[in-house]
């Protein structure tokens, strides 16, 4: 289960309060690459800007979480309005307990939101917050990448895992 996440969905724009409010989430932590822009982009996804403006508005803290260096992280969240983390050294629970504590909220409160299982979902369930698995908006070229993309298919299989749909 620790390769599960709690819940899917195609994009970041596609999460809403009412889902959130569901899971009892109060806060969210964002990855950044293949989260809210491609790796290393500096085009958000469209709508965005609306969606940050949205969760604030319902009463939904944000705070960005990135393993990505400052240098890239900093410019990136300060153009979306949003504090920052960055060299979070996900999985491991550092960032994520940071994050935690910058956003003064109980672990049954937060999700990590991020497109990675083996960074994004495998750390907070590691730190027992809920986690939020997001479809890459563009496949990465490395080889890295390549390999633990094919290694997140089995899991997909394994755990059945798809898109969030409302009842």
């Not at 293949?34 to 709508?47: A, E, I, K, Q």
């Not at 504590?101 to 991020?114: D, F, T």
């Not at 809920?130 to 298919?153: A, C, N, Q």
Request: glycine share 10%; proline share 4%; aromatic share 8%.
């Amino acid at each position: 289960m620790l390769l599960k996440p709690h819940i899917k969905f195609k994009g970041i724009t596609d999460i809403t309060p009412e889902v959130l409010n569901k899971l009892g989430i109060k806060a969210l932590l964002l990855d950044v690459d293949n989260t809210m822009s491609t790796h290393h982009g500096t085009v958000l996804t469209d709508g965005l800007l609306e969606w940050i403006d949205k969760m604030k508005k319902s009463g939904i803290e944000l705070l960005v979480l990135s393993n990505s260096k400052e240098a890239r992280v900093k410019p990136f969240a300060e153009g979306i309005g949003l504090n920052f983390i960055s060299l979070g050294l996900k999985p491991l629970p550092f960032g994520y307990l940071r994050g935690k504590k910058r956003l003064g909220v109980k672990r049954k409160e937060l999700a990590i939101v991020g497109d990675q299982i083996f960074t994004d979902i495998l750390g907070g369930r590691l730190v027992g917050i809920k986690t939020i698995l997001l479809t890459p908006i563009k496949l990465e070229d490395g080889w890295s990448f390549k390999v633990r993309r094919y290694l997140e298919k089995g899991i997909y299989k394994i755990h059945k895992i798809e898109d969030y749909k409302e009842n």
